[in-house]
């Protein structure tokens, strides 16, 4: 079946530090992969999401890189802010039209000033 | 454009007492589900529905029922509520030609 794997955290970094969230899937077909983000007491919204295998997801200094011989799309971003707290889902699709999401089981970021 | 609506935000139930979730969103999208977020085990998909009168299960949809009467709405009807049906429920929405699902802000359900 298909699933996704994420480091669960929480995670805890200083403003301006790096980060990494690891996410590695399995699926058969071929996926679209996605990170989605919960900040407190709100819904998921879509943060980047890539279709094939070698792209590159980016937005909000976010980035990810669909890599299909590791079956990863770590999230990163080079310098992260306070406002960057919140909770990170990894997610695939294997569908046409991106129905019937498999979600990882999110990561908590904390980010001290 | 209000998006996806929830109601309500928070609700409290005993054990075996039903009550309906509501669900609407004002962007004409075909594609409708619902979730339930529990610690650790991420969004588990429960029923969704890709148009008017057309509704399927997901991954764990017992002891839930759905109708989808109108494009708009897609309410979520617990039947003889559990303990274990306490949990964070998301209804999301799509067009069926894109990726990028929409959730609504989440009702908070607990059972006693």
């Known amino acids: 079946g298909n699933s996704v794997t994420q480091m669960e955290g929480p995670v805890t970094l200083s403003e301006e530090a790096f980060l990494t969230i690891n996410c590695t899937y399995t699926?058969?077909?071929?996926?679209?992969l996605f990170w989605y983000v919960q900040y407190p007491g709100e819904g998921l919204q879509l943060l980047l999401k890539a279709t094939k295998a070698d792209d590159k997801g980016s937005n909000k200094g976010f980035e990810a890189t669909y890599r299909k011989e590791t079956t990863s799309f770590h999230l990163e971003k080079g310098s992260v802010q306070v406002s960057d707290s919140a909770v990170y889902f990894c997610a695939l699709s294997v569908t046409n039209y991106g129905q019937n999401f498999v979600f990882g089981p999110g990561t908590r970021l904390s980010v001290l000033p | 454009n209000a998006g996806v609506t929830q109601t309500p935000k928070f609700q409290v139930l005993k054990t075996g007492q039903s009550m309906t979730l509501q669900c609407a969103q004002d962007m004409n999208h075909e594609y409708m589900s619902w979730y339930r977020q529990d610690p650790g085990m991420g969004l588990r998909l429960i029923h969704y529905s890709v148009g008017a009168g057309i509704t399927d299960q997901g991954e764990v949809p017992n002891g839930y029922n759905v109708s989808r009467s109108t494009t708009e709405d897609f309410p979520l009807r617990l039947l003889s509520a559990a303990p274990s049906q306490t949990s964070v429920y998301f209804c999301a929405s799509n067009p069926l030609a894109s990726y990028e699902q929409y959730f609504g802000p989440g009702t908070r359900l607990t059972v006693t």
């Open positions: 699926a058969t077909g071929y996926p679209s």
